[in-house]
């Protein structure tokens, strides 16, 4: 699986910024994908998941101004982002979950795109 990012930029707090993230492979509808953000000299935190069935969960950091969706006949995650807050600023991967375990721990994500770098200033 490849996973590509992008819709990153420096924005205003307030503002808004919607992440894409285009997999390939014929099986996306059945991954379970997840986004995660890392400031620097930080460790990688999770921000939110959509489980294959469609279903959503999200850091409570993130919860009510960020919104993660799918679209299976593109084969991309979404994550929208509003009310952006400068301690948003991070880049932010996406990732293919593929064990059980915490769906919260980057370490139960084995296939990661390469990080769009997201910039609020105050």
């Known amino acids: 699986v490849q996973l590509q990012a992008s819709g990153g930029g420096l924005v205003q707090a307030g503002g808004s910024l919607r992440l894409s993230c285009a997999a390939s492979g014929r099986t996306f509808s059945v991954y379970d994908m997840g986004w995660f953000r890392q400031a620097p000299g930080k460790e990688r935190e999770f921000v939110a998941i959509?489980?294959?069935?469609?279903?959503?969960n999200y850091a409570n950091s993130v919860k009510g101004r960020f919104t993660i969706s799918r679209d299976n006949a593109e084969n991309t995650v979404y994550l929208q982002m509003n009310s952006l807050k400068p301690e948003d600023s991070a880049v932010y991967y996406c990732a293919v979950r593929s064990r059980g375990g915490l769906f919260t721990s980057h370490t139960n994500y084995n296939y990661w795109g390469q990080g769009t770098e997201v910039t609020v200033s105050s």
């Open positions: 959509i489980w294959s069935g469609g279903n959503t």
